[in-house]
T-cell receptor, first 113, second 116 residues
Framework: QKEVEQNSGPLSVPEGAIASLNCTYSDRGSQSFFWYRQYSGKSPELIMSIYSNGDKEDGRFTAQLNKASQYVSLLIRDSQPSDSATYLCAAPSPRGSDYKLSFGAGTTVTVRA | DGGITQSPKYLFRKEGQNVTLSCEQNLNHDAMYWYRQDPGQGLRLIYY???????QKGDIAEGYSVSREKKESFPLTVTSAQKNPTAFYLCASSIEGTSGVAYEQYFGPGTRLTVT
């Protein structure tokens, strides 16, 4: 089982719609979760962090965490063409005595004008 | 401006040559990381370091080497033993985590290495 899995996509949504991205993680001890946005040819950029169960909103982005189901999601409301990118989910995984981030393979989102 | 710098942005090398990629951060982070990204794929951890003069292998360390002589710097050498070195290389840094918590990593702009 992969440490972090994302819905594979690609995901195509019309401008103004909601894009919904999903991610599951394998380690029940994980406490911190992140969403990164990566434009083609560029490095990942952190867009959301979430540590507690429930929803966290930041502008048009909402992260949702359910630790019992080991599930974290990202909603992009009022999607814009500038949101077209690959979105990476990251969660801690144990490595020896430490936890280090593991990244999902990413979901590519295309927003159609 | 606080951040992570990587150089060069593009690097071309002939097969059989070692090459060193630079990574510098001024965020005062203890932990630094090197990832490799191949087209259409996620990030794979090569090496990481939690403290000066110490580093650990990640998932794909074979054919790579690193050093951490200063807190700010974590250079990666791609050796001739690395069978498929052409890739996008990303350096990142973070503050150190605790049990179950790994804090956000911040990435440099990356180095695109092409070996022919």
């Amino acid at each position: 089982q992969k440490e972090v899995e994302q819905n594979s996509g690609p995901l195509s949504v019309p401008e103004g719609a909601i894009a919904s991205l999903n991610c599951t993680y394998s380690d029940r001890g994980s406490q911190s979760f992140f969403w990164y946005r990566q434009y083609s040819g560029k490095s990942p950029e952190l867009i959301m962090s979430i540590y507690s169960n429930g929803d966290k909103e930041d502008g048009r982005f909402t992260a949702q965490l359910n630790k019992a189901s080991q599930y974290v999601s990202l909603l992009i409301r009022d999607s814009q063409p500038s949101d077209s990118a690959t979105y990476l989910c990251a969660a801690p995984s144990p490595r020896g005595s430490d936890y280090k981030l593991s990244f999902g393979a990413g979901t590519t989102v295309t927003v159609r004008a | 401006d606080g951040g992570i710098t990587q150089s060069p942005k593009y690097l071309f090398r002939k097969e059989g040559q070692n090459v060193t990629l630079s990574c510098e951060q001024n965020l005062n982070h203890d932990a630094m990381y090197w990832y490799r990204q191949d087209p259409g794929q996620g990030l794979r951890l090569i090496y990481y370091s939690q403290i000066v003069n110490d580093f650990q292998k990640g998932d794909i360390a074979e054919g790579y080497s690193v050093s951490r002589e200063k807190k700010e710097s974590f250079p990666l050498t791609v050796t001739s033993a690395q069978k498929n070195p052409t890739a996008f290389y990303l350096c990142a840094s973070s503050i150190e985590g605790t049990s179950g918590v790994a804090y956000e990593q911040y990435f440099g702009p990356g180095t695109r290495l092409t070996v022919t």
